[in-house]
């Protein structure tokens, strides 16, 4: 069965961090980027960063908000991309979703319509 397993939402206060989870299955998972989304109560979808594939180099694209907070990496091993948040604040209150996709990521990849495989999502609520 194809599908991406997420985990490691749940709470943390004002300065607190978070490690998620996205495990994919049934398909080529080093073939793919990966994107992390998240969506806030209330708002529109915004895009977090994402990782290419190996093929690509594994490079990263990081949203202006997040870059030094948050940091995307892969383990070919487990077929597993990882969002690290650090320094978390009140506003990345929000379910977080991740999404492969064989196109190439960078700023686009927040922007196309369709992605193919997308995650359960994963609530993360930061207190003050």
């Known amino acids: 069965e194809v599908q991406l397993v997420q985990s490691g939402g749940g709470q943390v206060q004002t300065g607190g961090s978070l490690r998620l989870s996205c495990a994919a299955s049934g398909f080529t998972f080093d073939d793919y980027a990966v994107g992390w989304f998240r969506q806030a109560p209330g708002k529109e979808r915004e895009g977090v960063g994402c990782?290419?594939?190996?093929?690509?180099?594994?490079?990263?694209y990081y949203a202006d908000s997040e870059k030094g907070r948050f940091t995307i990496s892969r383990d070919a091993k487990e077929d597993t991309v990882y969002l690290q948040m650090s320094t978390l604040e009140p506003e990345d209150t929000a379910i977080y979703y991740c999404?492969?996709?064989?196109?190439?990521?960078?700023?686009?990849?927040?922007?196309?319509?369709?992605?193919?495989?997308w995650g359960q999502g994963a609530r993360v609520i930061v207190s003050s």
């Open positions: 990782i290419n594939s190996a093929t690509h180099g594994g490079s990263t």
């Open positions: 999404a492969a996709d064989l196109k190439y990521c960078n700023g686009d990849y927040f922007t196309y319509s369709y992605l193919e495989h």
